[in-house]
């Protein structure tokens, strides 16, 4: 059945062929299991276009037990006046005039008929005559005959003139019950019950064989899209890991997951479903389509027509309902939009009086996707009605148009009969190819959209790379010689920066929010690739170190709370799996969260989910406590403690001056008070690195770092 | 679900009789089909029938399949626009419902799932009214009414139909058994690989710093698996469904036809006849017999996912709303001023009180800050004021009134709120300055001209293209942060409201211009009074009053020197900012 997919837009791809080229290309894994299904597929689908006419064959088998053998009557009909010829009348006349069964007034009748069938000689005359014969003379002048066969004593023949006797219609089927059993058996038509069991047995094995192979086909498909779905998510998910960061710049998370997971899913599903039913509807339809051709012209191009005139009115209403589909699922949009929007701002409609504004426009809302729903769905619910209605056209043109052609003998009726189950073939996969095929275009949208992710330029490759630096033997000098930088090539960031950091010291690098102070952890993190100039680490520049190295050089605590879903001891560990349970708990009171610790359920085994009970001040304690256990040389507290009141700071700080004794370590702040006792500062404005130098300095130079600096005691009066 | 369908108006169920009687006659229109399907067959086969005979019957097929074509068009406009404007209804009853509902029970349902039964939820029972109803009004009558035609054709078909009705109910029931609480589980699978592919991409720079790549692959691969082993089960549980159905209809067929072969051969020749196109009509209703329980089975099928859906609904708009407005009309005789008398809060099912015994009075004109820790109470208590909770205990006074005596629209009237996370709408800047009622006459663009330049936020607003009327996107994605806040800081302004509340609003401000705006604020707003929640020492140096507040306890009231002097909590604050002689200084 022809229903759009409520709810969800078919989506046209860019390149349809090129799409599903490399979604099949990517099935080459399952190559033996695909081939089995499509095999299996056009099979069930022979098979099917087999069985109807095995199914009239059974019909025509049993019709043959319908019909009395009427013939068989007329047989017996002509066989028993035989037996009157004149010369066995005369030699039995004797035996008939002395016998003292007959009574006298039966003689006389007999002599009567007797007379009567002397003057005629008419055959019909004759036998109405001989019925006329009383029972007695003739069990004298019958004798018991054969007849294919059957033996027919002399009582029966009797029991059938009789009966013949009562009626004028000799087919009368109520009387033919009543014939004694010996003409009973040679009229009654007889069903070969062999041929039907043999033919039942073929048709049940057909059906059983199909679905069978139908169940294999699904089970194989299942199997083939559920695997692929699974490489795709894998490969997905790999691919985040060998991205730039660059990428995650310009493309919201929602975009990526929604590659994984509506996508994908979309993919596996219009896989299982609709190549399965493209190629069984494909060959049903080719099939279909020569069946009917093979048979009979005349009718095909009647079934085809009948079918076409209800196609084209129906891909009329789908083309005007695709119009009111893209229109409900905007107002849908804008509905749901709406509704997050007031939702998430509640307690800012409530308290500025909103309410009934928000309503109102709700219900402006709510009236144009009820008008799109109302147009989209009756539409749609055509679709069902009419193909219904197209079948039954072509079911009577069919059957008209077979009449004439059966009337001037130019078919036979079995070919109706099978035409009107060939016209039940055609109609239905027209309208499944044309589901399938929109299933599939959005497969290749889909498609599409998971390959380009793919094709994404990935990191560069360092696996020429020989150099190791141990972090345990770092002495901890960083040097930027001469670096430049941009996001873009369009725009230089970093022009020309020179800074040399012995081990030890504290940089600290402050400046207004979007100044671009991530930027140089950024190309200190090597997560991106520094333009020109170069950053020494004990002397080895970075180009000459894998991102990995260096990652286990640095110790990095972020602003953004990082925990994932598992236990809290199970975040602080994070991927260092030699780290013991007292380390982490240690580590848990160097940052102060161990009270908070105790009082939740299972302690460090509690689990971290999206509640309230864990505030963000307290998940950055959490993520700076695993940031502890790493024992790197160098350490980067990237707006590490903004999450955290000033007062739990100071005791983290206490922490942190302990963490970072004898470390190298890159500070980013926007509360000044955290970086006074820096030994450098790098003052930073719209990406560019204007003032260098400790506080006093700085303040000093009485620039943008003092201004910066001072404003946070500017009182209002 | 029953409950939910008690919102169906006299003139829906008017709608749904309409379509029950359509249906009827729909239903009666497809059952006479066969009859002239044989008719027609019968007179195609025996020899010498007229084609008029053929022509006039057809024609009457025709004419049932086009009644039934258009008693289907009309009950299928009928039951969308029944389905639409049940879903008009109820999503609109429940957006109302929301909006009347408190912070608390906000909180308990949470945003995104109100979000979902507002819109998913009610599309899912949408569905099941515009697909189903059809269904679950057709099934039973279609089935009722093709037993009854073959009810006394033939006890042996009869029992063939039977068994394979059976078959067909216990192998859906059985797979339904089977895979139903398994899809739950597949819809929380989904939601955990979306949830590690989050992480992997929130926390990139984590994991790629932690050299955690592997870790967190081993974990996506976990889920990844599990995903897909459950799916794989599911899956091919339901590959049997088809065979199976299809097996059963042209098996029943067939059966119906072998058996036949049967009682024909063995009946008397006088009902032979009969007999066979008994067996032929048979079959055509048997199969829609089993198309009609196919039909209801569907029903049952869908029919879980709306029921969970519809009772999510009912939740919503079952819930009690805890907080009730009052009937004052907020004529007060005071005006500006905020008194908490004892106040104790802690949320109905905690232990712990958040907030214990606070009395404090501020007077118009003035302005009180309070400050304290993470988690020392600061915002709950400002949240009292506006009724986002209600105190546990003691009373919180406005103008000398209880708060909970007010009505909620008079309450607002006084009230100029203003949250941490800054709340921008779509629309223009205008739109969003002067969003909302204040009892007084609509805000003029003047108004809102002004509330932004106090704001600070005259610069960029006239730098962007459209100035005032420039368009914010959903949730203020094309301003910066700190943007934000100024637009929703210049809204609360052109309330003009007696009473302003800034709850941790000046965080996302860097220092220069928090301290600018509070000084213009001052000046343009004399006589209103402020409550501050603040991080900074820097924002409340010169309250009038500022409260300390340290594990939900009061433990110091007065001016900043004041309080350096005599408050310990107060004093170590101020230290973590600024240094001694900064402080001495201010």
């Known amino acids: 059945m022809p229903r759009p997919n409520r709810g969800m837009q078919t989506e046209k791809s860019k390149d349809f062929v090129g799409s599903m080229k490399r979604l099949l290309k990517n099935l080459n894994p399952w190559k033996f299991l695909l081939t089995l299904s499509i095999c299996l597929a056009i099979f069930s689908a022979i098979i099917a276009l087999i069985t109807p006419n095995q199914l009239s064959k059974l019909t025509d088998t049993i019709t043959k037990g319908i019909t009395p053998q009427t013939d068989k009557l007329q047989m017996i009909r002509e066989q028993i006046p035989k037996q009157l010829k004149q010369s066995t009348i005369e030699e039995k006349m004797y035996t008939i005039a002395t016998s003292l069964e007959i009574e006298n007034e039966d003689k006389m009748a007999f002599s009567r008929i007797l007379e009567k069938m002397e003057q005629t000689a008419d055959d019909q005359t004759l036998f109405a005559l001989m019925i006329q014969i009383p029972d007695s003379v003739l069990r004298v002048l019958l004798e018991d005959i054969t007849v294919e066969k059957t033996i027919i004593s002399v009582e029966d023949q009797i029991t059938f003139l009789n009966l013949l006797k009562e009626t004028n219609n000799e087919n009368d089927l109520e009387k033919l019950d009543s014939l004694p059993p010996s003409i009973y058996q040679l009229v009654k038509p007889s069903i070969p019950i062999n041929e039907v069991k043999i033919l039942a047995i073929f048709i049940g094995t057909l059906y059983l064989i199909s679905a069978l192979f139908h169940y294999i086909e699904s089970f194989s498909l299942t199997t083939i899209s559920n695997k692929f779905a699974k490489k795709l998510r894998t490969s997905i998910s790999d691919k985040i890991n060998v991205l730039p960061l660059k990428y995650f710049d310009n493309h919201e998370t929602g975009d990526v997951l929604s590659r994984v997971t509506n996508d994908v899913d979309m993919i596996a599903q219009n896989l299982n479903n609709s190549l399965a039913t493209l190629v069984t509807s494909l060959t049903l339809f080719i099939g279909s389509i020569i069946m009917m051709f093979t048979t009979s012209g005349i009718l095909a191009i009647t079934a085809i027509f009948s079918s076409l005139i209800g196609f084209v009115f129906m891909s009329l209403i789908l083309s005007h309902s695709q119009k009111y589909f893209s229109r409900r699922q905007k107002e849908l949009g804008n509905m749901n939009g709406y509704i997050e929007e007031m939702y998430s701002g509640l307690t800012i409609v409530k308290t500025y009086n909103g309410t009934k504004k928000a309503i109102q426009e709700f219900n402006t809302l709510n009236d144009k996707l009820y008008d799109a729903n109302c147009k989209s769905q009756f539409l749609s619910g055509l679709m069902m009605p009419i193909m219904n209605f197209v079948g039954n056209l072509g079911y009577v043109a069919v059957c008209l148009v077979g009449a004439l052609l059966v009337q001037k003998n130019l078919i036979t009726f079995g070919v109706i009969i099978a035409f009107i189950i060939y016209v039940r073939m055609f109609t239905n996969p027209l309208s499944q190819i044309a589901q399938a095929m929109s299933a599939l275009q959005s497969t290749a949208a889909a498609g599409e959209r998971v390959f380009e992710f793919l094709d994404e330029e990935e990191l560069t490759s360092e696996k020429q790379i020989t150099n190791y630096l141990d972090k345990n033997k770092v002495k901890g000098t960083i040097e930027f010689k001469n670096v430049r930088f941009g996001y873009t090539d369009k725009k230089t960031i970093i022009n020309n920066f020179n800074a040399k950091v012995h081990p030890g010291e504290k940089i600290a690098i402050v400046g207004p929010t979007g100044a671009g102070k991530t930027t140089m952890v950024n190309l200190l993190m090597k997560f991106y690739e520094i333009n020109e100039g170069d950053i020494l680490i004990d002397g080895v520049s970075i180009h000459n170190l894998t991102r990995e190295n260096i990652h286990t050089l640095f110790c990095m605590v972020l602003q953004d709370t990082w925990l994932f879903d598992g236990t809290i001891q199970e975040n602080i560990r994070f991927n260092q799996e030699n780290v013991s349970d007292e380390e982490i708990w240690n580590a848990c009171k160097y940052v102060g969260i161990d009270h908070f610790i105790k009082t939740l359920p299972g302690g460090l085994n509690a689990k971290l989910s999206d509640n309230d009970t864990v505030s963000s001040g307290q998940k950055q304690l959490f993520t700076i406590a695993r940031g502890m256990l790493e024992h790197a040389p160098f350490l980067i507290l990237d707006e590490a403690t903004s999450n955290v009141d000033t007062r739990t700071e100071e005791l983290v700080s206490s922490a942190m001056d302990k963490l970072m004794k004898g470390k190298t370590s890159f500070i980013i702040a926007h509360r000044l008070s955290t970086i006074k006792n820096a030994d450098l500062i790098l003052v930073m404005n719209e990406g560019n690195i204007i003032e260098t130098g400790t506080h006093e300095e700085l303040m000093k130079q009485k620039g943008f770092y003092e201004k910066l600096y001072n404003s946070q005691f500017e009182s209002i009066s | ?586």
């Open chain 2, 1 to 586: 679900m029953l409950k939910l369908f008690k919102n169906l108006t006299k003139k829906d169920f008017t709608y749904i009789l309409t379509c029950t009687i359509l249906i009827v006659f729909q239903v009666w229109l497809e059952l006479r089909m066969p009859d002239y399907m044989s008719t027609i067959t019968r007179l195609v086969e025996t020899e010498g029938s007229r084609i008029t005979d053929i022509l006039i019957n057809g024609g009457y097929m025709m004419l049932c399949a086009f009644g039934s074509l258009i008693s289907a068009i009309i009950v299928g406009y009928f039951s969308t626009h029944l389905a639409s404007n049940f879903s008009k209804n109820l999503r609109n009853k429940l957006f109302s419902k929301v909006l009347k509902l408190s912070t608390k029970e906000i909180k308990e349902f949470s945003t995104s799932s109100l979000i979902t039964r507002t819109t998913n939820d009610i599309t899912q029972v949408e569905m099941l009214l515009s697909m189903g109803l059809q269904m679950i009004i057709k099934a039973p009558i279609m089935a009722v009414w093709a037993i009854f035609k073959i009810i006394n054709k033939g006890l042996e078909w009869s029992i063939l139909t039977g068994v394979c009705v059976l078959i067909l109910l216990s192998t859906i029931g059985i797979l339904m058994k089977i895979v139903i609480p398994r899809f739950a589980r597949v819809q929380k699978l989904i939601d955990q690989i979306n949830g590690v592919t989050r992480e992997n991409l929130t926390g990139i720079r984590v994991i790629r710093a932690f050299n955690a790549e592997s870790f967190q692959k081993s974990r996506f691969e976990q889920t990844n698996s599990d995903l897909t082993s459950m799916q794989l089960f599911n899956q091919r549980c339901f590959a049997i469904m088809q065979p199976v159905m299809m097996l059963i209809m042209n098996g029943l067929t067939l059966g119906i036809y072998f058996i036949g072969a049967f009682l024909i051969e063995e009946a008397l020749i006088s009902t032979k006849i009969t007999l066979f196109s008994n067996m032929v009509v048979f079959s055509s209703y048997g199969m829609q017999v089993i198309s009609s329980f196919l039909m209801l089975a569907m029903i049952f099928m869908i029919l879980p996912r709306a029921s969970i859906s519809a009772n999510r609904i009912n939740e919503v708009l079952l819930t009690d709303e805890t907080i009730k407005e009052g009937d004052f009309d907020g004529n007060t005789k005071e005006e500006g001023t905020v008194e908490f008398k004892n106040v104790s809060f802690k949320y109905p099912d905690a232990d712990e009180y958040l907030l214990k015994n606070i009395t404090f009075k501020v007077n118009k004109g003035e302005t009180i800050a309070f400050i304290g820790s993470t988690g020392s109470g600061k915002s709950t208590l400002i949240n009292l004021v506006p009724r986002f909770y209600d105190a546990t205990d003691g009373e919180v006074l406005i103008d000398g009134v209880n708060v909970k005596d007010y009505k909620s629209e008079a309450l607002n009237n006084k009230l100029g709120y203003v949250s941490q996370k800054a709340v921008l709408f779509t629309g223009s800047v205008y739109d969003n300055v002067s969003f909302g009622e204040n009892g007084k006459e609509k805000i003029s663009l003047e108004q809102v001209k002004e509330a932004v330049r106090v704001a600070q936020g005259s610069e960029f607003v006239e730098k962007m293209a459209d100035t005032y009327d420039a368009h914010i996107a959903r949730g203020g994605t094309n301003i910066s942060g700190g943007q934000k806040q100024r637009l929703s800081i210049a809204r609360a302004i052109a309330r003009k409201p007696e009473i302003y509340i800034f709850d941790d609003a000046f965080s996302a401000l860097d220092y220069k211009t928090d301290a600018t705006l509070r000084k213009e604020l001052k000046n343009y707003t004399k006589d209103a009074t402020i409550l501050i929640v603040a991080q900074r020492i820097g924002t409340i140096l010169n309250a009038d009053k500022i409260v300390v507040l340290d594990h939900g306890e009061m433990v110091g009231v007065g001016t900043h020197k004041e309080l350096l002097k005599t408050c310990a909590v107060y004093k170590e604050i101020a230290l973590s900012q600024l240094s001694k002689e900064e402080l001495e200084n201010a």
